[in-house]
C-alpha cells in the first residue's frame, strides 16, 4: 500500500514517547515503513525543535511540524523554521521579573529563537527538569532580555507556587495579551507547570499553517494527541486520533482511539486506521 495522500502530525509526551520517554520499536519500524511508502511523518510539540530531535535519533521527520505548541513551525530536513510567532516580551520579561523580585519556587524556562535558556539560578533547578529540557544554557535576565522569545515555561517546585503568577497576570491585564497553556510532568514531584504563548496560539493555529504548505496539498491530516495542549490540533485535523492513555476529554472529541503509548499508537494507526480510510 501506498501512502502518498495521508500524513501524520503527532504529539510526543504521553504519545509518541512510552512512559520510559522512548519511541517503541514498533513506531519506529511503522514510521519508516509509512515515509518510504510516501507518508509525511511530522510531530506537534510543545517541545523546542532541537530539544525533540535529540529524543528522536534517525526517525524521519519528512514533513514540516509545529513545534512550541504552535508558536513556530519548523522543517527538520532543511533544519530552519518556515513560521515563527513571537511572545509579547514587554508583558513576558515583567512577568519573569515579577516571580524573581517575589522569590517565587519556579524553574524559569525562556524559549528564543536561539534555543532553550534557564532564566533561574543552576544551584535551583530540578535535575530531572533540566535532563528533559537539553541543550540548554543560564543566563541572566539582562541578556535573554535581547533576544527573540517564543515563550516562557514556569515550573512549580512547590505545590501553588504559581498562583502568585497568575493572579499578577490577572493585575497587569497580561492576560489579555498573553496565552496560557497548563501542563503536568512527571518527572519531578510537584509537577504542574505554566505555559505563556504569544496571544491566541495554540497547535490548532500550527495546523492551520501546516496546511497552507504546499507539501501537504491533497493529504489527509491524521493528528494524535493526549493531553488539553492537543485539543485544537485534533479539532483542526481531518482524523483525530488519541492513544488509550489520553484524558477522557481528548479522547471524546477524536474519531479513533488508538493503542497506548506504551503499546505503540503510531504503528496501530497506521496499520488499522489508515489503510481503512
Given at each position: 500500500?501506498?501512502?502518498?495522500?495521508?500524513?501524520?502530525?503527532?504529539?510526543?509526551?504521553?504519545?509518541?514517547?512510552?512512559?520510559?520517554?522512548?519511541?517503541?520499536?514498533?513506531?519506529?519500524?511503522?514510521?519508516?515503513?509509512?515515509t518510504?511508502?510516501?507518508?509525511?511523518?511530522?510531530?506537534?510539540?510543545?517541545?523546542?525543535?532541537?530539544?525533540?530531535?535529540?529524543?528522536?535519533?534517525?526517525?524521519?521527520?519528512?514533513?514540516?511540524?509545529?513545534?512550541?505548541?504552535?508558536?513556530?513551525?519548523?522543517?527538520?530536513?532543511r533544519?530552519?523554521?518556515?513560521?515563527?510567532?513571537?511572545?509579547?516580551?514587554?508583558?513576558?520579561?515583567?512577568?519573569?521579573?515579577?516571580?524573581?523580585?517575589?522569590?517565587?519556587?519556579?524553574?524559569?524556562?525562556?524559549?528564543?529563537?536561539?534555543?532553550?535558556?534557564?532564566?533561574?539560578?543552576?544551584?535551583?533547578?530540578?535535575?530531572?527538569?533540566?535532563?528533559?529540557?537539553?541543550?540548554?544554557?543560564?543566563?541572566?535576565?539582562?541578556?535573554?532580555?535581547?533576544?527573540?522569545?517564543?515563550?516562557?515555561?514556569?515550573?512549580?517546585?512547590?505545590?501553588?507556587?504559581?498562583?502568585?503568577?497568575?493572579?499578577?497576570?490577572?493585575?497587569?491585564?497580561?492576560?489579555?495579551?498573553?496565552?496560557?497553556v497548563?501542563?503536568?510532568?512527571?518527572?519531578?514531584?510537584?509537577?504542574?507547570?505554566?505555559?505563556?504563548?504569544?496571544?491566541?496560539?495554540?497547535?490548532?493555529?500550527?495546523?492551520?499553517?501546516?496546511?497552507?504548505?504546499?507539501?501537504?496539498?491533497?493529504?489527509?491530516?491524521?493528528a494524535?494527541?493526549?493531553?488539553?495542549?492537543?485539543?485544537?490540533?485534533?479539532?483542526s485535523?481531518?482524523?483525530?486520533?488519541?492513544?488509550?492513555?489520553?484524558?477522557?476529554?481528548?479522547?471524546?472529541?477524536?474519531?479513533?482511539?488508538?493503542?497506548?503509548?506504551?503499546?505503540?499508537?503510531?504503528?496501530?494507526?497506521?496499520?488499522?486506521?489508515?489503510?481503512?480510510?
Amino acid at each position: 500500500m501506498r501512502f502518498e495522500r495521508a500524513a501524520i502530525l503527532t504529539d510526543l509526551d504521553g504519545t509518541l514517547f512510552n512512559s520510559r520517554g522512548e519511541v517503541s520499536a514498533e513506531d519506529r519500524a511503522a514510521i519508516r515503513d509509512f515515509t518510504e511508502r510516501g507518508g509525511l511523518f511530522a510531530v506537534a510539540t510543545g517541545r523546542e525543535p532541537h530539544n525533540a530531535r535529540r529524543y528522536l535519533p534517525e526517525l524521519p521527520i519528512n514533513g514540516p511540524s509545529i513545534v512550541l505548541n504552535g508558536a513556530a513551525v519548523y522543517d527538520f530536513v532543511r533544519h530552519r523554521y518556515l513560521r515563527t510567532e513571537l511572545i509579547d516580551k514587554e508583558a513576558a520579561l515583567d512577568v519573569l521579573r515579577y516571580c524573581q523580585q517575589q522569590g517565587l519556587p519556579l524553574d524559569q524556562q525562556v524559549y528564543t529563537t536561539d534555543g532553550i535558556f534557564y532564566a533561574s539560578p543552576l544551584d535551583v533547578a530540578d535535575p530531572g527538569f533540566l535532563r528533559i529540557h537539553q541543550p540548554t544554557a543560564f543566563l541572566p535576565l539582562a541578556e535573554l532580555a535581547g533576544k527573540d522569545w517564543f515563550k516562557l515555561v514556569l515550573l512549580e517546585r512547590e505545590p501553588d507556587a504559581l498562583a502568585p503568577m497568575r493572579r499578577y497576570l490577572k493585575q497587569t491585564g497580561y492576560d489579555r495579551r498573553l496565552s496560557l497553556v497548563e501542563g503536568t510532568t512527571d518527572v519531578v514531584k510537584v509537577g504542574k507547570y505554566q505555559e505563556l504563548l504569544p496571544l491566541g496560539v495554540h497547535k490548532g493555529t500550527g495546523m492551520a499553517a501546516v496546511r497552507q504548505l504546499p507539501v501537504y496539498t491533497g493529504r489527509t491530516l491524521f493528528a494524535v494527541g493526549d493531553y488539553w495542549n492537543d485539543m485544537e490540533l485534533l479539532q483542526s485535523a481531518d482524523v483525530p486520533c488519541a492513544p488509550e492513555n489520553a484524558i477522557e476529554e481528548i479522547k471524546a472529541v477524536c474519531a479513533h482511539v488508538l493503542a497506548s503509548h506504551n503499546d505503540s499508537p503510531i504503528a496501530d494507526l497506521i496499520a488499522r486506521i489508515i489503510p481503512s480510510m
